[in-house]
Protein backbone atom coordinates (compact mmCIF):
# COMPACT_ATOMS: atom_id res chain seq x y z
CA UNK A 1 0.00 0.00 0.00
CA UNK A 2 1.21 3.61 -0.92
CA UNK A 3 2.02 5.66 2.15
CA UNK A 4 0.68 8.92 0.20
CA UNK A 5 -2.19 7.88 -1.12
CA UNK A 6 -3.11 4.45 0.63
CA UNK A 7 -3.81 2.47 -2.63
CA UNK A 8 -3.16 -1.08 -2.79
CA UNK A 9 -0.20 -1.70 -5.37
CA UNK A 10 1.33 -4.68 -7.36
CA UNK A 11 4.65 -5.80 -6.26
CA UNK A 12 7.33 -5.29 -8.64
CA UNK A 13 9.33 -7.82 -10.35
CA UNK A 14 12.68 -6.65 -7.60
CA UNK A 15 9.76 -7.41 -4.84
CA UNK A 16 8.77 -11.09 -6.25
CA UNK A 17 12.51 -11.68 -7.03
CA UNK A 18 13.15 -10.42 -3.39
CA UNK A 19 10.48 -12.93 -1.95
CA UNK A 20 11.13 -15.91 -4.08
CA UNK A 21 15.25 -15.21 -2.35
CA UNK A 22 13.36 -15.60 1.17
CA UNK A 23 10.86 -18.21 0.50
CA UNK A 24 11.05 -21.59 2.25
CA UNK A 25 12.03 -24.70 0.12
CA UNK A 26 8.74 -25.99 0.25
CA UNK A 27 7.13 -22.75 -1.78
CA UNK A 28 5.78 -23.64 -5.06
CA UNK A 29 3.77 -20.87 -6.90
CA UNK A 30 3.64 -17.03 -6.92
CA UNK A 31 0.14 -15.77 -7.12
CA UNK A 32 0.14 -12.36 -8.31
CA UNK A 33 -3.48 -9.98 -8.42
CA UNK A 34 -2.80 -7.94 -11.68
CA UNK A 35 -4.76 -5.24 -11.31
CA UNK A 36 -5.61 -4.58 -7.79
CA UNK A 37 -8.90 -3.94 -6.98
CA UNK A 38 -7.45 -0.37 -7.31
CA UNK A 39 -6.97 -0.79 -10.91
CA UNK A 40 -3.19 -0.36 -10.38
CA UNK A 41 -1.04 -1.94 -12.53
CA UNK A 42 2.44 -3.63 -12.74
CA UNK A 43 5.13 -5.39 -15.39
CA UNK A 44 3.75 -8.50 -15.06
CA UNK A 45 6.36 -9.83 -18.03
CA UNK A 46 9.34 -9.33 -15.83
CA UNK A 47 7.42 -10.25 -12.59
CA UNK A 48 7.34 -13.94 -14.89
CA UNK A 49 10.64 -13.69 -16.20
CA UNK A 50 11.80 -13.48 -12.02
CA UNK A 51 9.43 -16.36 -11.59
CA UNK A 52 10.89 -18.08 -14.14
CA UNK A 53 14.48 -17.88 -13.05
CA UNK A 54 13.61 -19.32 -9.44
CA UNK A 55 12.18 -22.34 -11.43
CA UNK A 56 8.30 -21.52 -9.86
CA UNK A 57 5.34 -21.10 -12.08
CA UNK A 58 3.60 -18.04 -12.08
CA UNK A 59 -0.29 -17.37 -11.52
CA UNK A 60 -2.08 -14.60 -11.62
CA UNK A 61 -5.82 -13.26 -10.77
CA UNK A 62 -6.87 -11.12 -13.48
CA UNK A 63 -10.47 -10.86 -12.04
CA UNK A 64 -10.90 -7.16 -12.73
CA UNK A 65 -8.58 -6.87 -15.68
CA UNK A 66 -11.01 -6.44 -18.54
CA UNK A 67 -13.10 -3.93 -17.05
CA UNK A 68 -11.98 0.21 -16.71
CA UNK A 69 -11.84 1.65 -13.30
CA UNK A 70 -13.09 5.28 -12.25
CA UNK A 71 -11.41 6.14 -8.98
CA UNK A 72 -13.43 9.27 -6.62
CA UNK A 73 -12.36 10.59 -3.43
CA UNK A 74 -15.11 11.93 -1.22
CA UNK A 75 -15.26 15.68 -0.29
CA UNK A 76 -15.52 15.71 3.31
CA UNK A 77 -17.29 12.33 4.14
CA UNK A 78 -15.49 8.47 3.89
CA UNK A 79 -16.16 6.26 0.98
CA UNK A 80 -18.30 3.76 2.81
CA UNK A 81 -20.43 6.64 3.54
CA UNK A 82 -20.49 7.78 -0.34
CA UNK A 83 -20.89 4.28 -1.56
CA UNK A 84 -23.94 3.74 1.21
CA UNK A 85 -25.83 6.81 -0.28
CA UNK A 86 -25.35 6.19 -4.10
CA UNK A 87 -26.61 2.63 -3.73
CA UNK A 88 -29.56 3.69 -1.78
CA UNK A 89 -30.89 6.78 -3.76
CA UNK A 90 -29.52 5.90 -7.47
CA UNK A 91 -28.97 1.83 -7.37
CA UNK A 92 -25.46 1.56 -7.94
CA UNK A 93 -23.16 -0.47 -6.39
CA UNK A 94 -19.84 0.92 -5.76
CA UNK A 95 -16.99 -1.79 -6.96
CA UNK A 96 -14.95 -0.79 -3.78
CA UNK A 97 -15.27 2.27 -0.91
CA UNK A 98 -12.58 2.61 1.51
CA UNK A 99 -12.22 5.40 4.13
CA UNK A 100 -11.31 8.49 1.53
CA UNK A 101 -12.75 6.87 -2.03
CA UNK A 102 -14.90 4.96 -3.98
CA UNK A 103 -14.32 3.08 -7.30
CA UNK A 104 -16.64 2.16 -9.66
CA UNK A 105 -16.21 -0.44 -12.27
CA UNK A 106 -17.28 -0.40 -15.61
CA UNK A 107 -17.35 -3.66 -17.88
CA UNK A 108 -18.60 -4.56 -20.87
CA UNK A 109 -21.59 -6.62 -19.65
CA UNK A 110 -23.02 -3.75 -18.49
CA UNK A 111 -26.09 -3.30 -20.38
CA UNK A 112 -29.48 -2.14 -19.77
CA UNK A 113 -30.56 -5.97 -19.71
CA UNK A 114 -28.32 -6.89 -16.88
CA UNK A 115 -28.37 -3.53 -14.64
CA UNK A 116 -31.45 -2.37 -15.47
CA UNK A 117 -30.17 1.09 -15.75
CA UNK A 118 -31.30 3.70 -18.51
CA UNK A 119 -28.87 6.82 -19.03
CA UNK A 120 -29.37 10.43 -18.17
CA UNK A 121 -30.10 10.60 -22.33
CA UNK A 122 -32.01 7.23 -22.60
CA UNK A 123 -28.00 5.65 -23.65
CA UNK A 124 -27.95 1.83 -22.53
CA UNK A 125 -25.31 0.06 -21.56
CA UNK A 126 -22.00 1.23 -20.58
CA UNK A 127 -22.55 4.70 -21.59
CA UNK A 128 -25.56 5.23 -19.34
CA UNK A 129 -24.35 3.55 -16.33
CA UNK A 130 -20.97 6.04 -16.77
CA UNK A 131 -23.34 8.82 -16.65
CA UNK A 132 -26.33 7.92 -14.00
CA UNK A 133 -22.63 7.25 -12.08
CA UNK A 134 -21.47 10.96 -12.99
CA UNK A 135 -25.31 12.69 -12.07
CA UNK A 136 -25.19 10.64 -8.29
CA UNK A 137 -21.34 11.74 -7.95
CA UNK A 138 -22.49 15.47 -8.52
CA UNK A 139 -25.89 15.14 -6.28
CA UNK A 140 -23.37 13.57 -3.80
CA UNK A 141 -21.49 16.23 -3.81
CA UNK A 142 -23.91 18.99 -2.90
CA UNK A 143 -25.14 17.06 -0.03
CA UNK A 144 -21.72 16.19 1.37
CA UNK A 145 -22.05 18.73 4.32
CA UNK A 146 -25.07 16.89 5.47
CA UNK A 147 -23.36 13.63 5.72
CA UNK A 148 -22.19 13.34 10.02
CA UNK A 149 -18.52 12.99 10.59
CA UNK A 150 -16.93 10.08 11.42
CA UNK A 151 -17.27 9.28 14.93
CA UNK A 152 -13.51 7.68 15.19
CA UNK A 153 -10.50 9.24 13.03
CA UNK A 154 -9.07 6.14 10.65
CA UNK A 155 -6.00 4.94 11.47
CA UNK A 156 -3.71 3.77 8.65
CA UNK A 157 -1.51 1.49 9.20
CA UNK A 158 2.43 1.63 7.32
CA UNK A 159 2.88 -0.18 4.28
CA UNK A 160 4.87 -2.64 6.20
CA UNK A 161 2.74 -2.77 9.32
CA UNK A 162 0.14 -5.21 7.86
CA UNK A 163 2.41 -7.98 7.30
CA UNK A 164 1.60 -10.77 10.28
CA UNK A 165 3.95 -13.12 11.73
CA UNK A 166 2.29 -17.09 10.99
CA UNK A 167 2.71 -18.59 14.23
CA UNK A 168 1.09 -21.60 14.22
CA UNK A 169 -0.36 -23.47 11.68
CA UNK A 170 -4.33 -22.31 10.45
CA UNK A 171 -5.87 -25.85 10.84
CA UNK A 172 -4.70 -25.27 14.30
CA UNK A 173 -5.30 -21.97 15.11
CA UNK A 174 -9.28 -22.01 13.85
CA UNK A 175 -9.94 -25.75 15.32
CA UNK A 176 -8.20 -25.44 18.61
CA UNK A 177 -9.16 -23.97 21.86
CA UNK A 178 -10.50 -20.34 21.25
CA UNK A 179 -11.28 -17.36 23.52
CA UNK A 180 -13.03 -13.86 22.49
CA UNK A 181 -10.87 -11.13 24.07
CA UNK A 182 -11.33 -7.29 23.49
CA UNK A 183 -10.05 -5.98 20.45
CA UNK A 184 -7.46 -3.48 22.34
CA UNK A 185 -6.36 -6.56 24.37
CA UNK A 186 -5.94 -8.66 21.23
CA UNK A 187 -1.97 -7.63 20.03
CA UNK A 188 0.22 -10.21 20.66
CA UNK A 189 -2.53 -13.13 20.47
CA UNK A 190 -2.60 -15.77 17.85
CA UNK A 191 -5.80 -15.02 15.64
CA UNK A 192 -8.18 -17.93 15.37
CA UNK A 193 -10.35 -16.20 12.80
CA UNK A 194 -10.26 -14.94 9.23
CA UNK A 195 -10.81 -11.18 8.99
CA UNK A 196 -11.60 -9.68 5.99
CA UNK A 197 -12.50 -6.07 5.17
CA UNK A 198 -15.48 -5.93 2.90
CA UNK A 199 -14.96 -4.46 -0.13
CA UNK A 200 -12.34 -5.49 -1.23
CA UNK A 201 -12.42 -9.20 0.25
CA UNK A 202 -9.10 -9.67 0.70
CA UNK A 203 -7.80 -11.17 4.01
CA UNK A 204 -6.13 -8.97 6.37
CA UNK A 205 -5.57 -11.66 9.00
CA UNK A 206 -6.00 -15.44 8.55
CA UNK A 207 -5.77 -18.14 11.54
CA UNK A 208 -2.64 -18.71 12.50
CA UNK A 209 -1.17 -15.29 12.57
CA UNK A 210 -0.23 -13.18 15.66
CA UNK A 211 -1.95 -9.64 15.92
CA UNK A 212 -0.29 -6.64 16.15
CA UNK A 213 -1.73 -3.17 17.63
CA UNK A 214 -1.10 -1.05 13.96
CA UNK A 215 -3.65 -3.80 12.42
CA UNK A 216 -6.24 -3.85 15.03
CA UNK A 217 -6.25 -0.21 15.45
CA UNK A 218 -6.71 -0.18 11.36
CA UNK A 219 -9.94 -2.77 11.34
CA UNK A 220 -11.53 -1.13 14.53
CA UNK A 221 -11.12 2.43 13.46
CA UNK A 222 -11.84 1.76 9.82
CA UNK A 223 -15.04 -0.43 10.53
CA UNK A 224 -16.73 2.25 12.56
CA UNK A 225 -16.20 4.55 9.23
CA UNK A 226 -18.48 1.90 7.87
CA UNK A 227 -16.25 -1.03 6.76
CA UNK A 228 -17.45 -4.79 7.15
CA UNK A 229 -15.89 -7.54 8.11
CA UNK A 230 -18.22 -10.31 7.78
CA UNK A 231 -16.18 -13.35 8.66
CA UNK A 232 -15.52 -12.15 12.31
CA UNK A 233 -17.18 -13.68 15.15
CA UNK A 234 -17.88 -10.27 15.78
CA UNK A 235 -18.32 -8.03 13.12
CA UNK A 236 -18.41 -5.02 14.87
CA UNK A 237 -14.75 -6.37 15.51
CA UNK A 238 -15.37 -4.77 19.53
CA UNK A 239 -13.71 -8.61 20.22
CA UNK A 240 -11.49 -10.52 18.28
CA UNK A 241 -11.17 -14.61 18.58
CA UNK A 242 -8.20 -15.70 19.45
CA UNK A 243 -6.18 -19.04 20.37
CA UNK A 244 -6.99 -19.87 23.88
CA UNK A 245 -3.90 -19.34 26.01
CA UNK A 246 -2.61 -22.59 27.88
Known amino acids: ?23 PPEARDALVTLPTPYGTRTDLTRIAEACHEHGVPLSVDE ?10 TALGISGYQAADW ?7 NAHIA ?35 LITALIELADRAGDFPLPSVPVEVP ?17 FGPVEDVPWNRAAGRVTAETLTPCPPGIPTALPGERLTAPVLACLRTWGAAGMYVPDAADTTLATVRVVALP
Request: charged share 25%; no cysteine.
Open 1 to 23: MGPRRHLAHPPSAADVAAALRRA
Open 63 to 72: AGAPSRRSTR
Open 86 to 92: IREHHRL
Open 98 to 132: DHRRIAAQLTHAGTTDTTGITGITGTTGTTGITRA
Open 158 to 174: DPAEPRLEQAMSPRDAY
